[in-house]
């Protein structure tokens, strides 16, 4: 690895997340009793706010994503403090969707996410890894999502009880930790496959920066750049 002179812009990064979840300690949140595990996954999130953040380039054809994924990143958070279970899933499902539009390529003029553009990702997905697990496991997310957003079984129900069960899902996630893993294990997956697809801007963006890219989204996703980038320049 080339020698990497950027430790103290990994301080500014630490120092940055640090700031942001004292901010949020400090919130007076009603309905939630912030919790380790709350802060745990909120740090993670804004890591990869700032890693989109050190991607954004106006002159980058797919720039508009990263824009958009801060987006979704930051309201996840805020429906997570909220206790807004269904705003939460929406938002997820918009990173999912937007995720899937950056590896994709989906067209500028007719970004819709159909049934053929999971399609094109669960084939390129093969490609890379040589199997179907990690494309089901954002698949089954995704569907999860979907399925909280637009009631799924509840359109069965009578008006009261339909509404009672909206009403109800302001009381928030019934178990956060396993809601973590399970997004946490979405965005690893999306990051491996951004990895190999936009190898070279990634690499061009962090080009003598890989201690603060391993800070932003881990050594394991960071040593598959590098260890990429070294077989295709063989």
Known sequence: ???????????????????????????????????????????????????????????????????????????????????????????????????????????????YVTRNTFNILESEMKTLFNDDCQYSLIKNEYTIACNYVHGGDLLKDDLVEYFKECYDKKGGLKDRN??????????????????????????GVFSRKKSVLEYLIGKEATDTLVEYMTRIKL
Not at 38 to 43: K, L, M, N
Not at 188 to 193: D, L
């Open 1 to 111: 690895m080339k020698a990497d002179m950027t430790y103290n812009e990994v301080d500014l990064c630490r120092e940055e997340i640090k700031k942001m979840m004292e901010y949020i300690k400090a919130l007076d949140t009603k309905v939630l009793v912030l919790q380790d595990n709350d802060i745990s996954f909120f740090s993670a999130l804004c890591k990869r706010i700032l890693f989109f953040k050190y991607l954004h380039n106006s002159n980058y054809s797919s720039d508009k994503y990263f824009r958009i994924l801060i987006s979704d990143l930051y309201y996840m958070i805020q429906a997570i403090i909220n206790c807004d279970t269904r705003y939460l899933y929406l938002n997820e499902r918009s990173m999912i969707e937007n995720y899937t539009r950056l590896i994709v390529k989906v067209n500028l003029e007719n970004d």
């Open 178 to 203: 396993k809601y973590y893993n399970r997004v946490l294990d979405v965005i690893k997956i999306f990051e491996r496959v951004l990895i190999y697809k936009c190898s070279d801007y990634i690499d």
